[in-house]
């Protein structure tokens, strides 16, 4: 493990000592809990607490089905849950529209792909900063000076952006449709970053590439947190990932919390094993 | 009994390639019996060109507004022809009190800014209202039902504003700065003409520019392609799709007031025709598309301009003009049949 991350690993031991009396970690960005989803008589999350410290990378694992992007969709506003309380940085989110969050600092990427296609990159990060742009639509159709420096603005953030996840510049102003698959993983997360997020979310983010691929984004997420200082959640089914990036690794099984560890403690842990390959594999 | 057709040419195939080659060939003979009559000479062709261009880029911004509204929502706002009616009327009165004070003749720029001022803002708040009210508890309701809404959104406005300002058709006042014509490269054009045109133009690449190069641009572009992963963005997509409808009312507003420098005059039901046409218009060139809309307006109103002309004069019909309508309609038929995602539209 880089040098970086002994900060977090510290957070994050503190919290595996303060998880039983259901303490806010002290520091954590996002605190959650007693969170409880249904849809009809299907229960996708029940009573999760979770917490994510600052500047910390943690992972969500479980098989398919385990309720993982149920639980980002609620931390995102996309899903409302049914009981229990999200806090980010201190304020309630419940209830909040995912614009709302967004702009409190949430960012967050998709697990399949969903970039506006027909768009170039360039708007595409330019879209992601949104929320931190003012001008009204009124004001530009005044054509107020600030509104063009503010475009100005945006765009040379945005160049910066595309820079900083290894796009080409070629590519600025290329349609997303047409980017090669990972680098329109990396626009994504560009876009995501565009918001000026204090906490990433990053839902399988080496889906579908190669291992070469897959190594330099391990790489980049640690970077991100490092040159950044920003917290990053991720749900991720490639184990090297996990084990290799995160502080902290949560697990959940049939929309429950079956585990929290460090990396170490989640690879042994027989629980987590008996989820994942099934009881057989005891026996 | 069955019919045996070849394997890979149905039924329907057949009939549909019968009347591709039916239209061409009516088309051509139409158009080479009036030609060789040459009962118009250059200036008369000429002449209507500039009608249907004019007339055509009123349709453009009317369908301007279908296609944003297509853009963000998926829905026809059948109201929409009521939206362009409700300013255009509203702005009458203003016109009127404006030309008996001797202001609009008097100081006619800051008459006619006022004129343009008041029906866009009115045609704005009406569409806004409209989708407040009307379309917003429905969105997520079948398709179905905001089409069925909107057609009673629509006669529920004609009505209204009929008990408003009455059931007469009113004349606009005579604004004397657009009377007379203009003198361009040799051709007279009528004034009136050459600000609609010029106006229509303007307002165009203004919303071109606003939608690729703005925030709020960006927004509807963002949330017509993706409305949850916009949201994600930060985008507030209630705002946007109310900015959509903004917008699409400030054109009809605009589009109502050069509707009346052609045709000058106004009544509660003059919304429909031109709204069904300016959705003609917006289909053809491929509903949702901004630029498609734009090019469907020009190309509906020279069609119609130009048409019932050149391809029926020619083979004895009398009166071709009254036919235009036909014409148009016809056309909406044909596009729905052989390209119903329209000239720029993409096969869905």
């Known amino acids: 493990m880089p040098a970086g991350l002994t900060d977090g690993v510290e957070q994050a031991t503190m919290t595996d000592a303060a998880a039983d009396e259901v303490e806010p970690t002290r520091g954590a960005i996002m605190v959650v809990r007693s969170l409880t989803k249904r849809f009809g008589g299907l229960v996708a999350n029940r009573n999760v607490d979770f917490d994510i410290p600052q500047r910390s990378i943690v992972s969500l694992i479980g098989p398919n089905g385990a ?21 980010f940085n201190g304020v309630s989110i419940v209830g909040l529209g995912p614009h709302q969050i967004v702009e409190l600092g949430v960012g967050r990427t998709f697990q399949n792909i969903r970039l506006f296609s027909d768009m170039t990159a360039m708007a595409n990060v330019m ?15 005044l054509h107020l000076p600030r509104v063009r420096e503010e475009e100005e603005a945006t765009r040379q953030r945005a160049r910066e952006l595309l820079d900083l996840v290894g796009l080409a510049r070629r590519y600025e102003d290329e349609s997303a ?45 640690g970077q991100l947190r490092r040159d ?24 959940l099984d049939y929309g429950e919390k079956i585990a929290e560890g460090l990396p170490e403690e989640i690879r042994t842990n027989p629980q987590v094993i008996e989820a994942y390959l099934g009881k057989q594999a005891h026996a | ?58 349709y453009a911004l009317i369908a301007l507004g279908y296609t944003l509204v297509y853009g963000v929502l ?38 006619l800014a006022i004129i343009f001022a008041v ?30 809404t909107a057609i009673g959104a629509s006669l529920f406005l004609q009505y209204t504003f009929r008990s408003l300002y009455g059931s007469g058709v009113r004349s606009y006042p005579t604004i004397e700065i657009l009377t007379g014509t203009f003198d361009i490269a040799g051709v007279p054009i009528q004034k009136t003409q050459v600000v609609v045109i010029v106006s229509a133009i303007l307002l165009m690449v203004g919303l071109y520019f606003f939608v690729q190069r703005t925030r709020t641009g960006r927004a509807m572009r963002a949330v017509s392609e993706d409305k949850d992963v916009a949201a994600m963005m930060g985008i507030n997509v209630d705002r946007v799709i109310s900015t959509t409808f903004a917008i699409g009312g400030l ?98």
Do not use: C
């Open chain 1, 177 to 221: 449709k047409n980017l090669p698959y990972g680098d329109q993983r990396r626009l994504e997360i560009a876009r995501a970053l565009a918001s000026d997020p204090k906490l990433l979310l990053l839902d399988e983010p080496t889906a579908g590439m190669n291992p070469g691929e897959t190594g330099r984004m391990t790489e980049f997420i």
């Open chain 2, 119 to 148: 029906s866009m803002v009115t045609s704005m708040v009406v569409a806004v209202i409209l989708e407040r009210v009307a379309y917003r508890p429905l969105r997520r309701a079948p398709r179905l039902v905001p089409l069925i």
């Open chain 2, 1 to 58: 009994m069955r019919l045996r057709l070849p394997e890979r040419l149905s039924f329907v195939d057949l009939i549909l390639w019968g009347l591709r080659v039916a239209i061409v060939v009516f088309v051509l003979v139409g158009s080479y019996a009036t030609l060789s009559q040459g009962v118009l000479g250059f200036d008369g062709w000429r002449t209507l060109l500039i009608v249907g261009v004019a007339q055509g880029s009123i």
């Open chain 1, 67 to 87: 309720g993982k992007t149920t639980f980002f969709n609620q931390l995102t506003g996309m899903l409302q849950p049914t009981e229990g309380e999200i806090e």
């Open chain 1, 127 to 141: 879209v992601g900063r949104h929320s931190r742009m003012k001008s009204q639509w009124y004001e530009a159709i």
């Open chain 2, 251 to 348: 054109l009809a507003g605009a589009a109502g007031i050069l509707y009346v420098f052609l045709f000058n005059s106004v009544s509660f039901s003059m919304g429909f025709l031109p709204g069904i046409k300016a959705f003609t218009a917006a289909v053809l060139g491929g509903i949702g598309n901004i630029v498609g809309a734009m090019l469907g307006g020009l190309f509906l109103g020279v069609l119609e301009s130009i048409g019932p002309f050149l391809f029926l004069d020619g083979l004895g019909v009398p009166s071709t003009n009254q036919l235009r309508d036909v014409v148009a309609f016809t056309l909406l038929v044909l596009v729905l049949i052989f390209r119903p995602y329209g000239i720029l539209g993409r096969k869905e």
């Open chain 2, 74 to 111: 998926f829905m026809i706002n059948f109201a929409h022809g009521e939206v362009f009616m409700a300013g255009v009327f509203t702005a009458f009165f203003a016109a009127t009190a404006l030309a008996d004070s001797g202001i609009l003749n008097g100081n006619p720029l800051f008459g």
């Open chain 1, 228 to 251: 950044l200082g920003i917290s990053i959640l991720l749900i991720e089914h490639d184990m090297k990932v996990v084990m290799g990036v995160s502080d902290r690794i949560t697990v």
